[in-house]
């Protein structure tokens, strides 16, 4: 288990944060549309994307949430979520934070959420947690806690997207058959036309050509005198 990035904000103000170094990604962009649908009421849950998980807990408006790079397991990050509620909470009260300006504690927290993280990603902490039997009732309580697939927050959108897509690529086919269908109207149209003058040319030509050979020749002769 490896805590690699940890937030805590006000609805969508993130207040404070700290990813670790090795970590790459986009998971900021993930955790700030996660912040969009998480509820304001008390509550915890955890949302899985690729092969991380995101626990977050929510109290009294505020929101704990840290990401972790193994699947299936919660009880260090919910501990680690309870600790950093305790220590922010001891620091900064329950009141002040929901007033707060983005990244107002970031300075001074940012360095508690680290050296707390890293003493999250060790052995000593998972057998300190063991060992502790209040932590434990409350891994019971997290595990009746649905864990559910972030990429459901974004399927509809998703959906609309892809629908958009193809309602253009069906327009642009309609275009272009429309316009293939004109240009084979007009083709059309010419080459009847220029049927019809050539077959009038030639009946012009054929009539003058016997008038001729019954006056006599082309200076039509023979009528003339008659």
């Known amino acids: 288990m490896t805590i690699v990035y940890s937030l805590i904000s006000v609805g969508q103000t993130v207040l404070a944060e700290y990813a670790a170094s090795a970590t790459t990604g986009n998971f900021a962009t993930v955790t700030r549309v996660l912040l969009a649908k998480i509820p304001s009421q008390d509550g915890r849950m955890t949302y899985q994307y690729d092969s991380y998980q995101f626990h977050y807990v929510v109290e009294q408006g505020i929101c704990y949430l840290c990401m972790s790079d193994t699947l299936n397991k919660h009880r260090l990050p919910y501990a680690f979520l309870n600790e950093m509620r305790d220590l922010f909470l001891a620091q900064y009260g329950s009141q002040a934070p929901l007033s707060a300006m983005a990244f107002a504690y970031n300075q001074e927290?940012?360095?508690?959420?680290?050296?707390?993280?890293?003493?999250?990603n060790t052995d000593e902490a998972e057998r300190s947690i063991d060992n502790i039997g209040a932590v434990k009732s409350q891994i019971d309580q997290v595990k009746e806690n649905m864990v559910q697939n972030i990429s459901s927050l974004l399927e509809r959108g998703e959906r609309l997207e892809l629908l958009v897509e193809r309602?253009?690529?069906?327009?642009?086919?309609?275009?272009?058959?429309?316009?293939s269908s004109r240009s084979l109207r007009r083709s059309m149209v010419w080459r009847k036309m220029r049927c019809y003058i050539t077959v009038g040319v030639a009946v012009v030509f054929l009539i003058i050509i016997g008038s001729a050979s019954l006056c006599g020749g082309v200076d039509f002769r023979h009528c003339r005198r008659a």
């Open 109 to 120: 927290f940012s360095q508690v959420l680290q050296e707390r993280m890293n003493y999250y």
């Open 167 to 179: 309602t253009d690529g069906l327009n642009q086919q309609a275009f272009r058959f429309e316009s």
